[in-house]
């Protein structure tokens, strides 16, 4: 009897626990269910969008070059007589740079000379005997073609003797010489270069998309590898046509260089203007996000993140023009894009 009693006690025991347990379980499953959900709002940075003044500037890569520059040659052959410059020197329009020695050229030139007032004298008495009928007409033709022939060897000789004394064809910096004193020089033979650097051109390419917006004397500014310093040039040509292979249109400038701090052959970056907008809308470049057909950003509206797909322009260092898609007063989040989804609620921390 007591055994029948124990084994419906211990299975009245179960039940009640099997039934505790059940409870037990539904409960925790129901109660997130009907706990009150809290909605979390995302703190992100913005920015009230007003009109700015913007330059829009093209950044492009030139080459510094002289004004002029030759490579100096002797056009007769001789030796060097005299050296009248200094390497690295200054030299004006017009100097004596250095001479080649003429005694052959002075002697050919007296003898000549001496032949061509022989050959005068000739003319000017066969032109007597032909006004007496004296001698034919082709007799004084011989006589006065030998008086042309004589006066045109001696001018040619005079001309090969100006020639042994170079001189500056336009002021400048003279270089180094490849010659010295007594050195035996051929027009192959190179002497200096001769560069006028108190001006220096400046030439770089535009992509083809802006050739019609480039016009001679456009100012620009430009920097040097060597220095930060800001320097100016003023566009004075342009190529007609656009380079089939780059699709570029090269260009040049002048810059001016009196105190010599720009040296030929080194490389300029220029900034060049295209045009300038009172009222333009500016973005930081982190608050717009690329997708598959352009950008879009976000904008706060009614406490909630929305996004909106915008069209750009040109750009700064820091800042993107925007061209449509949001407006002066607009409030665009600047920080956190990445996080955010359409409707997002947010809590936005203004700045500058």
Do not use: C, W
Request: glycine share 6%; net charge positive; no cysteine.
């Amino acid at each position: 009897m007591k055994k029948r009693y124990i084994i419906v006690a211990i299975i009245i025991l179960g039940i009640i626990a099997l039934i505790v347990n059940r409870i037990t379980v539904n409960s925790k499953a129901s109660s997130p269910r009907n706990a009150p959900r809290t909605v979390s709002v995302m703190s992100v940075e913005g920015k009230i969008l007003k009109a700015e003044k913007f330059a829009e500037n093209l950044t492009l890569s030139g080459t510094l070059e002289a004004n002029e520059e030759i490579e100096l040659r002797s056009e007769v052959s001789g030796i060097v007589e005299s050296i009248n410059f200094d390497e690295g020197a200054k030299v004006s329009k017009g100097q004596i740079l250095f001479q080649v020695n003429d005694i052959e050229l002075r002697a050919q030139l007296s003898q000549v000379k001496t032949s061509q007032q022989l050959a005068s004298e000739n003319q000017r008495r066969a032109k007597l005997l032909l006004d007496k009928q004296a001698i034919s007409q082709e007799e004084f033709d011989v006589a006065n073609a030998d008086f042309e022939s004589a006066r045109a060897q001696s001018d040619l000789i005079a001309a090969q003797l100006s020639k042994t004394t170079v001189r500056a064809p336009f002021s400048g910096t003279i270089g180094l010489r490849s010659i010295s004193k007594g050195s035996y020089v051929t027009p192959s033979t190179p002497i200096a270069n001769l560069v006028n650097t108190s001006q220096l051109k400046l030439t770089f390419a535009v992509p083809e998309k802006y050739v019609s917006r480039m016009k001679v004397g456009t100012e620009l500014v430009f920097t040097t590898s060597d220095s930060k310093e800001e320097h100016t040039a003023k566009i004075y040509a342009i190529e007609p046509q656009v380079d089939i292979a780059t699709r570029t249109l090269r260009m040049r400038a002048i810059a001016e260089n009196k105190e010599g701090k720009l040296y030929p052959g080194t490389f300029a970056n220029v900034t060049l203007p295209l045009e300038t907008v009172n009222n333009a809308l500016l973005v930081p470049t982190e608050a717009l996000i690329p997708i598959q057909n352009g950008k879009k950003i976000f904008v706060k509206e009614h406490g909630l993140a929305k996004e909106v797909v915008v069209e750009t322009g040109a750009r700064t260092a820091t800042d993107v023009r925007v061209l449509s898609g949001i407006k002066v007063g607009d409030t665009i989040l600047t920080s956190g894009v990445m996080s955010l989804r359409n409707g997002t609620p947010i809590k936005v921390n203004l700045k500058n």
